[in-house]
Nanobody, 123 residues
Framework: VQLQACGGGLVQAGGSLRLSCTDSRRTSSNNGMAWFRQAPGKEREFVAGISWRGGSQIYADSVEGRFTISRDSAKNTVYLQMNSLEPEDTAVYYC?????????????????WGQGTLVTVSS
């Protein structure tokens, strides 16, 4: 598994961004996938996760209803559609592949991490 995340940038509050995470080695199709984020001075926190077939998604309470995680197995890519962005969403966003077929809110469940992409939301 080799994950590459992209799609971050600067956006005004209320705007939208879509993050993408591609597994260039195409070996994560049986893994749960997730997005985490880390703001300056804070611990890395779970944002959203999706099962290996995409049939099950879980979200952090802070993003429920605003963010949507999805995956395209044919493209080995996981997406995070972020709408109604708030300044509090500012962070480096990381994609991760779980050791299991389902996603988890526990950072310890993930063995592979992308390099991170910065999202900045201005007020």
């Amino acid at each position: 598994v080799q994950l590459q995340a992209c799609g971050g940038g600067l956006v005004q509050a209320g705007g939208s961004l879509r993050l993408s995470c591609t597994d260039s080695r195409r070996t994560s199709s049986n893994n749960g996938m997730a997005w985490f984020r880390q703001a300056p001075g804070k611990e890395r926190e779970f944002v959203a996760g999706i099962s290996w077939r995409g049939g099950s998604q879980i979200y952090a309470d802070s993003v429920e209803g605003r963010f949507t995680i999805s995956r395209d197995s044919a493209k080995n890519t996981v997406y995070l559609q972020m709408n109604s962005l708030e300044p509090e969403d500012t962070a480096v966003y990381y994609c991760a592949a779980a050791r299991a077929a389902v996603a988890s809110r526990d950072v310890g469940a993930y063995g592979y991490w992308g390099q991170g992409t910065l999202v900045t939301v201005s007020s």
